[in-house]
């Protein structure tokens, strides 16, 4: 029987999932991802979770626990760090600890540090110590599936990029976003807010019912974004708080889309640092409609929904009263 | 030019003196209180930590006082400490305070021509006389450690405790009134003279806990509520695991003179958390074992709201609560200063520690 390895469906789920599955199925092991979050498990995330912890590291505990069951192993990667020189949070370098202190009753974790700090080259010497953990040791089977684990990441990104969620790829339903509608806007935020349609309380269908056509920050050119983010006075060391200003900026800059909604868990570290600052460049330099949407644990979505509704509203008016300059020469809504 | 520099514990005696010493203007901020953190918090992003929002207030009450440069450290991630500089610069742009310098002074190996740059345009080109400033400066924050110690020691043996109280107040009013190494020392010394003559009861056994946690908070009395302090005159002994020497020690003395720095902390953490994940999360982990191996009753760490490397340590401290047998209570600060909640937190703490070692007693016997 295969080794049966359990992916939490959380953090950076829908960055990498199709890299590790395919890289664990060449291994010979099966991959059991975690269902889709639900209230249960947003709810046993909270239990076991200390409580000061952001959001998605709630989810992340939770989905955990999910998997305890069902598998032989856990899949919690020590994300140091996936790009050069730069990081992506503190929380992701201990989050196998976190796991392993908080959550009870679990198979045994594969916590393999992927470490890109130094050199683009360190990825493939963490896989094959992830390799080891699974007593596969044979180098030329690990390249392979090094290999293919790396295309299939390329095909999920470009695909992505050609405006496919990802997590539309992941659970099935490959439909290319081609909705018909007026506006196009920019959602904003880390991959595990936007794309988990439980924690963002299903913005996705709701601008699809809307007839809101969407661009998220995996939808742009990565060399854009890091052109925009020389802009910065110094440089940035966190890949995700790069991939948030940097097409934020692009986004504000690009005429074809109509407005911002930016979205960030309460209590996140780098959104404490990048939002403010998107929201100071967006206020004083651009005036399209924009919005922040702070998650947390709560799931009542009724002053959500209210806040959605306002920000389309002001979409609507830009298409019809934009022509309609008042006697002092001031667009109504430009402000 | 006259240089400010923000506040945290007792770092700007030694900053002061180092300043001095090399012969630039300089103002020490006013110290921290409710108002300073009231201003910093005005202007800040809502949800940044405590440390950014009390160093902002300081800056400008330095500058409200004379300052025109602002010299911070900076480093490149994780923690968002690396960030202050640039967003705090921009934030007092904003606010009005346009002819503010910053001089940030990030590590070397990430810019070398900036550093040095930065290190000229302090002390105006000069490199010989700040080697030796920063000597005697060092030699200042050892000074400091030990009167801290013996402040440790005595306070919860002395009979008469407002006696320690009011020769630390006196020591603090008058640290700004004196300039260059020499003469702080000789404070210092004179302060240590004075608490050694103030009368113990050398019998007493007090309990022993040891503070752990984020830099900042537990070094700057302000931002932990003087945790310190309050321990201490419930008579317990306490020690605080960081300090402004250990800290120049593994940023300063130990890089330059080739050693790696932090090696003790990283080989008594690996067993927990075997890699850097930045902050001092490493380094919370390594003293809360090191104290409960040299026998300490209980600890507190304290660190500021959402921090994120003592999130992850503190995810961990429960662990080694289990493996070493040592009760360990986290206290999490904010600019929400409810005094009386923390105080009745630490005192519930000191009875729970103080009936384990009843017990323990009732045991032997």
């Known amino acids: ?335 | 030019m006259i240089i400010t520099y923000p506040h945290m514990g007792e770092a700007y005696i030694a900053i002061k003196a180092v300043l001095d010493d090399i012969g630039v203007e300089s103002i020490v901020p006013a110290y921290t209180t409710k108002a300073t953190m009231q201003l910093g918090s005005k202007l800040s992003p809502e949800s940044i930590c405590l440390p950014f929002k009390i160093m902002l207030g300081n800056y400008i009450n330095a500058i409200k006082s004379g300052a025109d440069t602002i010299i911070i450290t900076g480093s490149c991630g994780p923690c968002r400490f690396g960030y202050y500089g640039p967003i705090q610069k921009q934030i007092l742009e904003d606010a009005g305070y346009k002819d503010v310098e910053f001089i940030i002074l990030d590590s070397p190996g990430e810019d070398f021509k900036k550093f040095i740059s930065s290190i000229a345009r302090i002390t105006g080109g000069r490199f010989i006389a700040p080697i030796r400033a920063l000597r005697a400066g060092y030699k200042v924050c050892c000074e400091i450690d030990k009167m801290n110690e013996l402040v440790y020691y005595i306070r919860p043996r002395a009979i008469n405790k407002s006696q320690v109280k009011a020769i630390t107040h006196s020591f603090r009013s008058n640290i700004v009134n004196v300039k260059g190494s020499a003469q702080i020392t000789e404070l210092i010394r004179d302060t240590v003279n004075k608490l050694k003559a103030i009368e113990l009861d050398t019998s007493f056994e007090p309990l022993k806990i040891g503070i752990i946690g984020e830099i900042y908070t537990i070094i700057e009395p302000f931002s932990n509520l003087e945790t310190e302090e309050k321990l201490g005159e419930l008579g317990i002994e306490v020690h605080r695991s960081m300090t402004v020497k250990d800290w120049a020690d593994n940023t300063i003395v130990r890089p330059v003179t080739g050693r790696k720095p932090y090696t003790k902390e990283k080989r008594l953490s690996k067993p927990y958390l075997p890699a850097l994940i930045g902050g001092h999360a490493q380094q919370c982990i390594a003293h809360a074992i090191q104290y409960a191996k040299h026998g300490y009753d209980g600890l507190v760490q304290i660190y500021p709201m959402t921090c994120m490397p003592e999130i992850v340590s503190r995810s961990i401290l429960p662990q080694i609560e289990k493996d070493y047998n040592i009760p360990i209570l986290s206290l999490i600060v904010d600019e929400q200063t409810g005094e009386a909640g923390y105080v009745t937190r630490l005192e519930a703490f000191v009875d729970y520690i103080s009936g384990g070692r009843e017990q323990a007693k009732a045991a032997i016997n």
């Open chain 1, 1 to 335: 029987m295969p080794v049966r390895v359990g992916i939490p469906r959380g953090m950076y789920f829908y960055k990498y999932y199709p890299f590790a599955k395919t890289f664990l199925e060449e291994l010979g092991a099966e991959v059991v991802p975690s269902p889709e979050t639900t209230k249960e498990i947003l709810d046993s995330g909270v239990k076991f979770c200390i409580d000061d912890a952001c959001l998605p590291v709630k989810v992340y505990h939770g989905h955990a626990y999910k998997l305890r069951d069902n598998t032989d192993f856990i899949l919690v990667p020590r994300l140091t760090s996936v790009s050069q020189k730069e990081y992506i949070c503190p929380k992701f370098g201990g989050l196998p600890e976190m796991v392993k202190y908080s959550v009870p009753d679990l198979p045994p974790l594969i916590d393999t540090e992927v470490n890109l700090h130094r050199s683009q080259k360190d990825l493939k010497k963490a896989l094959f110590k992830l390799g080891s953990a699974l007593k596969i040791k044979n180098p030329l089977r690990l390249n392979n599936a090094y290999n293919k684990a790396l295309a299939e990441h390329h095909s999920f990104k470009s695909k992505v990029f050609e405006g496919n969620t990802p997590n539309q790829l992941i659970n099935g339903a490959a439909a290319k976003n081609k909705i018909e509608g007026n506006h196009t806007i920019g959602v904003i935020g880390h991959p595990y807010l936007i794309y988990d349609s439980f924690v963002n309380m299903k913005l996705f269908k709701k601008l699809e019912d809307w007839g809101i056509r969407f661009v998220t920050p995996e939808m742009v050119d990565p060399h854009i974004i890091n052109e925009r983010c020389n802009e910065l006075s110094k440089r940035m060391f966190w890949s995700s708080g790069k991939s948030l200003i940097g097409g934020a900026l692009y986004m504000m800059d690009n005429s074809n889309i109509d407005g911002l909604l930016l979205m960030t868990a309460f209590g996140c570290g780098i959104d404490s640092l990048a939002v403010e600052y998107i929201e100071s460049i967006a206020r004083k330099t651009y005036s399209k409609p924009f919005i922040i949407l702070s998650l947390d644990e709560h799931t009542g979505d009724a002053g959500y929904n209210t806040r959605l509704e306002a920000f389309k509203s002001l979409l609507d008016w830009r298409l019809t009263d934009d022509n309609n300059i008042s006697s002092y020469g001031r667009s109504v809504h430009s402000y």
